[in-house]
């Protein structure tokens, strides 16, 4: 249903040496660049980010979050490393989340502008 995401960021520069550290693990990279916006994906590109001076304020009680798909638990696992490694912060430990399915793994942080995001394999 959605094509792709777009996201505003304070800097560039770190946000890239996050996402691409978060991403890899799920089979995502940085497809498209420059000194103003950065393009993930696996094929083409899902998740825009571009610089801007006005990012949306983080609010953890809004409920906005993305979600990644990984290919399995590992990766979930490695993505949630890598991510607090790159300077995110934890916000849900790898683990089935069962209340979702029965095999719902994921795994939850928060990137380096307030983003809170996910990466989840199962569910089915």
């Given at each position: 249903m959605i094509d792709h995401v777009s996201l505003?960021?304070?800097d560039l520069i770190a946000t890239k040496r996050f996402y691409d550290a978060a991403l890899a693990p799920l089979g995502y990279a940085c497809l498209s660049g420059d000194a103003t916006s950065l393009g993930y994906g696996r094929d083409r590109v899902r998740l825009w980010i571009a610089a801007?001076?006005?990012p949306?304020?983080?609010?953890?009680?809004s409920g906005l979050h993305i979600c990644f798909d990984?290919?399995?638990?590992?990766?979930?696992?490695?993505?949630h490393?890598?991510?607090?490694?790159?300077g995110g912060s934890d916000n849900?430990?790898?683990?089935?989340?069962t209340a979702y399915a029965p095999d719902y793994y994921a795994a939850f942080v928060i990137d380096p502008d307030g983003y809170r995001l996910e990466?989840?394999?199962g569910g089915t």
């Open positions: 505003g960021v304070r801007t001076a006005r949306v304020p983080a609010d953890p009680a990984a290919p399995d638990r590992r990766a979930v696992d490695a993505f490393a890598a991510a607090l490694e790159a849900g430990a790898p683990g089935l989340r990466a989840c394999c």
